[in-house]
């Protein structure tokens, strides 16, 4: 029934710098190595510009071939298919946002309260999030995977830790659980398109559920 | 941007019958009805049957002709095909809860507070979905439907007006999204296969995360 996974850090961050999905790897040279990192490079920037002139959906291996003048097979041979294709933009997308919550100023960075490092997560989330949500719907992983995913997985790292400074007492990693629930693509997708929300109205209720979540005493209604 | 959607009921529970996924309609008399509902029923004996013993993964459209000893084709008229059948299924279960909390006895229905009625209502789900849990991941719609599916929003709009009716000052739809994310079934198989949880320690999360969430004053850490 059970699969093993490398357990969860218990204990403070144990590094400072981010934990990034590394999709390029092999037996190459260093010169080989500089060339694949900047066809990679080259290839991610000409996919990222068509995502937001056209839409995800629009994206094909085809279209960014074209769109960096290479071959149709050497963007297959870098991403394997679409999907791969659309994980590495993810990717280069979350490097930027666990650089600023590893390292970056406070309060998201180091510096500022577990709960003031919390309110802001949530909120640079929600934006980052907001700003490219048809790249993490197309991207999210099926229910067996969708939480062992290398960013889901950073984050929840993060937010466990932040949870388990600021209330010792509670069960830091179901809460962490709970919070990052909130901010899950499918549901801000749901609550900004199809309930018409605003940015604003779901970061007032990730500060409320950061208050309640870091409340140290909850009681009964 | 926008898909319009009927309204979430904002005012008290509007009618005290299950709200129903119906699978089956059409311009059918009487007695072809009545044949029709006999026939789904033994169909959905039979399917359910095979689920317990071979697992959902196995369940065919074939096996479950066979099991029932009709023709494929009637399988097939019956249901539309393989998902279709698997969220009949799923259907059949949501009714057995739905008028548990909708009509059953206190805590999980009407007569107790409010608080006490959300308490027993995600012990309630939780086993629910551990019961069934390959099911409710092979029936589990994709992002852009997750949270429009008939069942989802049965359990979303009660969980939302208890919450109301608990903290009348919070937002009652956000924190019910809140707790319904705990109860997702995705996240119920990570935690209980893939990082070994009992179902205790889930209750235990839930009692916690609705005391949080029922909390008049939330306060900063």
Redesign the interface.
Same mark, same amino acid.
């Given at each position: 029934? +059970? #699969?093993p *996974?490398p357990p969860f850090p218990k204990g403070p961050e144990p590094a400072t710098q981010p934990v990034l999905l590394e999709l390029t790897s092999g037996p190459e040279g260093p010169q080989l190595r500089a060339d694949a990192a900047r066809n990679r490079a080259r290839l991610l920037e000409a996919a990222t510009r068509l995502v937001e002139e056209r839409g995800v959906a629009n994206v094909t291996m085809e279209a960014v071939a074209a769109a960096a003048s290479v071959g149709k097979g050497t963007v297959f041979r870098r991403f394997g298919d679409r999907t791969g294709l659309l994980m590495a933009l993810l990717d280069h997308t979350e490097r930027q946002f666990q650089a600023a919550f590893f390292q970056g100023p406070p309060p998201l960075g180091p510096g500022a309260s577990p709960?003031d490092r919390l309110h802001a997560f949530g909120c640079g989330a929600l934006r980052q999030t907001c700003d490219r949500l048809d790249l993490y719907?197309a991207a999210?992983p099926d229910? +067996?995977r969708?939480?062992?995913s290398a960013p889901y997985r950073v984050r929840f790292t993060h937010v466990a830790m932040l949870l388990r400074e600021?209330?010792p007492a $509670?069960?830091g990693? %179901? *809460?962490a659980? #709970?919070l990052m =629930?909130?901010l899950?693509?499918? %549901?801000i *997708?749901? %609550?900004t398109?199809?309930? =018409?929300m605003t940015v604003e109205?779901?970061e +007032? =209720?990730w500060h409320? *559920?950061v208050?309640? +979540? #870091?409340?140290?005493v909850?009681?009964? $209604?």
């Open positions: 029934m +059970s #699969t *996974l709960a719907i999210e229910a +067996s969708r939480f062992n600021a209330v $509670a069960d990693e %179901l *809460l659980q #709970t =629930g909130y899950e693509p499918a %549901l *997708l749901h %609550l398109r199809q309930r =018409g109205r779901l +007032s =209720g409320d *559920l208050e309640r +979540s #870091t409340c140290p909850p009681f009964r $209604a």
